[in-house]
C-alpha cells in the first residue's frame, strides 16, 4: 500500500463498522482479562521503553486501553498526559477508576480518523497493545497509517500483535467469541513500514495466559517511530 492511500480509510467504512460483538464480548470480559493476562513483562518493559523516549508530560495515546492495567497507569506514572481509547464501555469505566489521573474515552479506533482527539501530529506517543488484532487485517494498513499521522513527527509508537496467519478469525476467549487477525513476523515488519514507520526494535514471548480457555500465543512487540 502506498503511503498516500490514508485517505481511502473511507473506503474501508462496511468494514470498520462492521464491530458486532467484540465491543460486547469486552463487556462481559471486563476485569477477568487481567486475571487470565497476568505478567505482562514483555508489555510493561515495552511501555517503558516508549516512556523513556518522551520527555515527562508528553501526550500519549493508549489505543484499546482495556482496564488500563498496566499500561495506561504505566505511563501515567511515568508522568506522561494519558489519553485512553476502547470501544467498551466496561473496559473505560475500569480504566478510569484504575487511573484517575487520565482521560478515557469510549472510541472506536477507526473513530480518530474523524479528528476526534486532534488532528496530524497531536500525540507525542502512541501504544496499541493487542488492539490491532481485533481488526479485519485489510484494515489493519489503515488504521497504522491514521496513527503515523496523528504522531507528530519524530514520535513514537509501540505495537504489539500475536503472531498468526489468520483473517478475522472466529476464536474462543474467556467464555465468549471475538474475531481476531494477525501477521507472520515479517509480514508485519512489511505492513509497519509500508504504513511509513521506522522499526527501532523488536522483542518476541512465548506467553502462556493463565486461563485454559486461550491458548498460548507467541507475542510480537515493535517499537515505531515515525519516520
Ligand atoms: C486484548 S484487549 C488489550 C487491552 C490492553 N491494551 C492490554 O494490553 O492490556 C483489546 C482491547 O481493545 C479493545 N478494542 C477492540 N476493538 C477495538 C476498536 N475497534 N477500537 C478501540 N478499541 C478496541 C477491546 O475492547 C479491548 O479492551
Known amino acids: 500500500m502506498s503511503a498516500d492511500s490514508y485517505d481511502k480509510y473511507e473506503g474501508l467504512n462496511r468494514l470498520a463498522l462492521d464491530r458486532a460483538g467484540q465491543a460486547e464480548a ?9 486475571e487470565a493476562f497476568p505478567h505482562k513483562d514483555g508489555q510493561v518493559s515495552s511501555a517503558a521503553w516508549l516512556a523513556g523516549e518522551l ?22 506514572e511515568a508522568g506522561h498526559r494519558v489519553v485512553g481509547i476502547d470501544l467498551s464501555h466496561s473496559m473505560v469505566k475500569l480504566a478510569g477508576d484504575n487511573v484517575p489521573g487520565a482521560e478515557f474515552h469510549r472510541l472506536d479506533v477507526a473513530e480518530l480518523r474523524n479528528g476526534s482527539l486532534g488532528g496530524p501530529g497531536s500525540f507525542d506517543g502512541i501504544t496499541a497493545y493487542f488492539t490491532l488484532l481485533l481488526l479485519p487485517r485489510a484494515e489493519i494498513p489503515y488504521a497504522l497509517r491514521m496513527l503515523h499521522d496523528l504522531l507528530r513527527p519524530g514520535g513514537v509508537m509501540a505495537l504489539s500483535m500475536v503472531e498468526a496467519d489468520v483473517d478475522d478469525f472466529t476464536i474462543p476467549f474467556l467464555g465468549n467469541s ?3 487477525s494477525g501477521f507472520l513476523r515479517e509480514d508485519l515488519r512489511r505492513v509497519v513500514r509500508d504504513a511509513g514507520f521506522d522499526i527501532a526494535g523488536e522483542d518476541s514471548y512465548a506467553y502462556a495466559p ?3 480457555d486461550v491458548p498460548p500465543e507467541i507475542q510480537l512487540f515493535l517499537h515505531l517511530r515515525r519516520a
Do not use: E
Open 55 to 76: 520527555p515527562p508530560g508528553s501526550r500519549v495515546l493508549d489505543v484499546g486501553c482495556g482496564t488500563g492495567l498496566p499500561t495506561s497507569h504505566q505511563l501515567a
Open 26 to 34: 469486552f463487556d462481559a470480559i471486563g476485569d477477568r482479562y487481567d
Open 178 to 180: 471475538i474475531r481476531v
Open 210 to 212: 493463565a486461563s485454559t
